[in-house]
T-cell receptor, first 119, second 115 residues
């Protein structure tokens, strides 16, 4: 069974540009969540999608947006890039969504991430 | 606001040594706690998940304990090996908005096991 696939693996952009990152979850998984990881702030939650609907959103500006398609693949978009957006962006998939993480042994499966550098 | 702290931030031990990683959280109203491993520049791999009603979980050389009332969890690694070198993160799961849960990650412990 293929794991979570994120593309591209590396991206270099300049300030003011926009970028789109892609995440393909494990086959059969319907939930995709996105995280930003930086040395200073650690791992921070961006948003979660389930069946094409955004279920939850973290404390990030509106420049960060996402969507999920009917095949559960998800994209996140960052517009008007800033230097501080340089980070490793990780996506995670789960079968039924993070609400089921509360009471089951369902786990999150992470992709290898997209390393974004903003110059 | 939930805050999760991991101590130490970095640890270097010789091969074969047993070691303990610590995770503390400020709000004890958690559903469960999960330990992850992250290799440099890579994603996270789930190691152990402990439900709030459980005290510990074991997988091979790994043992994780949870004391919800004191807001602490420990990850015990027995007979460490160079392949255990990685960053270890804990994450607590609490109720989120609507039908989502909120995961709050710890700051991580970077482990190096030397020959």
């Amino acid at each position: 069974k293929a794991g979570v696939t994120q593309t591209p693996r590396y991206l270099i952009k300049t300030r003011g540009q926009q970028v789109t990152l892609s995440c393909s979850p494990i086959s059969g998984h319907r939930s995709v969540s996105w995280y930003q990881q930086t040395p200073g702030q650690g791992l921070q939650f961006l948003f979660e999608y389930f069946s094409e609907t955004q279920r939850n959103k973290g404390n990030f500006p509106g420049r960060f947006s996402g969507r999920q398609f009917s095949n559960s693949r998800s994209e996140m978009n960052v517009s008007t890039l800033e230097l501080g957006d340089s980070a490793l962006y990780l996506c995670a998939s789960s079968l039924k969504g993070t609400v089921f993480l509360r009471t089951t042994n369902e786990k999150l499966f992470f992709g290898s991430g997209t390393q974004l550098s903003v110059l | 606001k939930q805050e999760v702290t991991q101590i130490p931030a970095a640890l270097s031990v010789p091969e074969g040594e047993n070691l303990v990683l610590n995770c503390s959280f400020t709000d004890s109203a958690i559903y469960n706690l999960q330990w992850f491993r992250q290799d440099p520049g890579k994603g996270l791999t789930s190691l152990l998940l402990i439900q709030s009603s459980q005290r510990e979980q074991t997988s091979g050389r790994l043992n994780a304990s949870l004391d919800k009332s004191s807001g602490r969890s420990t990850l015990y690694i027995a007979a460490s090996q160079p392949g255990d070198s990685a960053t270890y993160l804990c994450a607590v799961i609490t109720g989120g908005v609507g039908t989502a849960s909120k995961l709050t990650f710890g700051t991580g412990t970077r482990l190096q096991v030397t020959l």
